[in-house]
């Protein structure tokens, strides 16, 4: 045995059962070095540690401290030994605060032979003020937050001066500053001649500050080799591709290809935005969904985390920077990114089977439809509860309206001179209009649905016009409204019907400048068994990339806010109910939408 070899495992056999976890395994530690040791899943590295902890025994093989062999480790005879270990798993007592584990197996006595306690908690406090940790040491451990129970294990490990420390995936159980101090305190170990056993998946941190690593595999070393002999792919490629055979070996690296290829190209599948970013923060992949959803090119731009973040209002992008720092799992909701466009964006740490950090994943979901659906429902619900309040008005106005038409018909009784005649005869002819109107107000603030019936499409047009003639006056805006004589009767849903026509005569008195135009046809095509109604306009137009577009929900050209693209699309399909079609052209400034309803039989 080497004079500076500290800790020598020779020909070791553990079994779980009849499963082995470590065959033949040999491995030593030299005074003042940090001996990394690497391997698949299951290659038998957490084995090691609890071996040497004194949580399992070997079968056979031969353990030696500083030459001296040993039979097997328990709890005590490893603190005997001056050893510090750090489990992969938490190992405290919950019940006990953050001292009372530190020192778990050696208190310190005061007088009497008592435990005292506030000469270890001044220990404590004056170790966490040297190191720059902060830790709540009156709570019972298993109410702390897990950060500051691996604080603790990692207190505990080293707070009596070991010699040999070993380490058990510790960098997949802080966050980056703690582990920067973490890193710290194994370089500050090692100058003071301590060893360190040093188990990890993370390439970039066993050649930060490792001097060997042994490689697993299936419970065997396989190699060791120091850090300045050996490149990172190297050992890559011997961590995960140690085959027995170059068969083997060409195998394995097909399937891991294939495998690897099919969970990408299920990734690019979905209609969701995914972006991997790896342990260094660079973009490992970007789906199809992603690139559209943030306009992000590929090709043409970097392909770091800061180059995404950059695309995102500076608040936001410093939080995600944030959590993404801190490995923490977070999700913004309705986040506007560009105009009329709203995100969900969700960000979590995602790690191996071993709890080994692999990097964040980003997603990003377009949710601009479902937003503009919510806030058009709530408005609907808006306008039905505003639409039932003005039927309430209507119906108490027009009773006494009806009194006053009433006296107005006395009033003409009595009077003979032509003058007061004329008068009151348009008294009479405007308060008949008011109720005509509060009649159409009220045929269209039923809450009930009405079912289909046989309606006069002339009336339906006069009925709403009534109703939306304000909005023509603020406007100036001439209505050119010649019906033809007689009815155009149609089968049809009143109420939808007034809203369809609504919903067209607005969009036209949007469309059109100051005293602009809108002419309204109705023509019947007896023969055909159809009635077509045409609504025109002088206003803008429609390009002809929009007007395959502006009967699909949420398409709109009106400023964000304005409108949420929905009132011709709900056109649509009131049309389509009624069995008709509805069209569009456009030609320069003049726009019509034509809509052909059947005729009753």
Not at 36 to 64: D, F, T
Not at 114 to 132: A, R, Y
Not at 168 to 182: F, G, P
Not at 318 to 340: F, P
Request: charged share 25%; aromatic share 8%; net charge neutral.
């Amino acid at each position: 045995m080497d004079i500076g070899t500290v800790l020598e495992l020779e020909d070791i056999c553990v079994k779980y059962g009849e499963t082995p976890a470590l065959s033949h395994f040999f491995l030593n530690l030299k005074k003042g070095e940090i001996h990394a040791v690497v391997g698949e899943h299951r290659a038998g590295k957490s084995s090691v540690v609890k071996l040497l902890g004194g949580l399992i025994r070997k079968q056979s093989g031969i353990i030696r401290i500083y030459g001296y062999p040993i039979d097997y480790f328990s709890p005590a005879s490893s603190i005997k030994n001056k050893m510090g270990i750090i489990y992969q798993d938490t190992n405290l007592i919950p019940s006990l605060n953050a001292v009372e584990n530190i020192f778990a197996g050696r208190f310190q006595l005061g007088l009497f032979r008592t435990i005292s306690l506030k000469k270890m908690t001044e220990q404590v406090e004056s170790f966490l003020k040297n190191w720059n940790f902060t830790i709540n040491l009156k709570t019972p451990v298993g109410r702390l937050p897990k950060a500051d129970q691996h604080k603790i294990e990692l207190i505990r490990a080293i707070f009596f001066n070991p010699d040999i420390l070993i380490f058990d995936e510790i960098s997949n159980k802080l966050n980056a500053d703690e582990i920067e101090i973490a890193y710290q305190l194994i370089l500050d170990l090692k100058q003071k001649g301590k060893s360190i056993l040093y188990i990890s998946n993370n390439m970039n941190e066993i050649f930060e500050f490792a001097d060997r690593v042994s490689i697993l595999k299936n419970g065997s070393v396989v190699s060791t080799q120091d850090i300045k002999a050996i490149d990172k792919v190297r050992l890559i490629d011997l961590t995960y591709s140690f085959a027995s055979t170059r068969e083997e070996l060409r195998k394995r690296n097909e399937e891991l290809y294939n495998y690897k290829k099919y969970n990408e190209d299920i990734i690019n599948s979905l209609p969701l935005g995914v972006i991997i970013f790896d342990i260094d923060k660079s973009i490992y992949l970007i789906n199809y969904s992603a690139t559209e959803i943030l306009s992000f090119d590929m090709e043409n731009k970097a392909r770091q985390l800061e180059d995404i973040l950059s695309l995102f209002p500076s608040e936001l992008s410093d939080a995600i920077q944030k959590q993404i720092t801190e490995r923490k799992t977070s999700t913004w909701e309705e986040i506007e990114y560009r105009k009329n466009q709203y995100l969900n964006i969700t960000i979590f740490p995602f790690k191996d089977e071993d709890y080994v950090f692999l990097g964040t994943i980003l997603l990003i979901q377009d949710i601009s439809r479902e937003y503009y659906l919510k806030n058009y429902l709530l408005q609907t619900e808006r306008i039905s509860s505003i639409a039932e309040l003005a039927a309430g008005v209507a119906h108490e106005v027009n009773n006494p309206l009806g009194i006053i038409l009433n006296y107005v018909e006395l009033l003409k009784l009595h009077q003979t001179d032509n003058y007061s005649l004329e008068k009151i005869n348009l008294i009479k002819d405007e308060l008949n209009r008011i109720k005509s109107i509060i009649g159409s107000l009220l045929s269209f603030s039923h809450l009930k649905e009405t079912p289909m019936t046989s309606l006069d499409i002339i009336a339906l047009i006069n009925e709403t016009l009534l109703l939306i003639n304000y909005q023509f006056k603020e406007k100036e805006i001439t209505v050119l409204w010649n019906p033809p004589p007689g009815k155009v009767n149609i089968i049809g849903n009143e109420n939808r019907l007034k809203q369809m026509i609504i919903n067209l005569i607005r969009n036209s008195v949007e469309a059109v400048q100051q005293k602009g135009r809108i002419t309204i046809s109705v023509k019947a095509f007896i023969n055909e068994g159809f009635a077509e109604l045409c609504f025109s306009d002088n206003g803008k137009g429609i390009t002809e990339t929009d007007i395959n577009s502006i009967f699909n929900p949420f398409f709109t050209t009106k400023t964000a806010g304005e409108n949420a693209g929905l009132g011709l699309s709900i056109c649509q399909h009131i049309v389509e109910a009624h069995q008709g079609i509805i069209s569009c052209r456009s030609s320069g400034n003049e726009t019509s939408f034509l809509v052909r309803l059947p005729l009753v039989k």
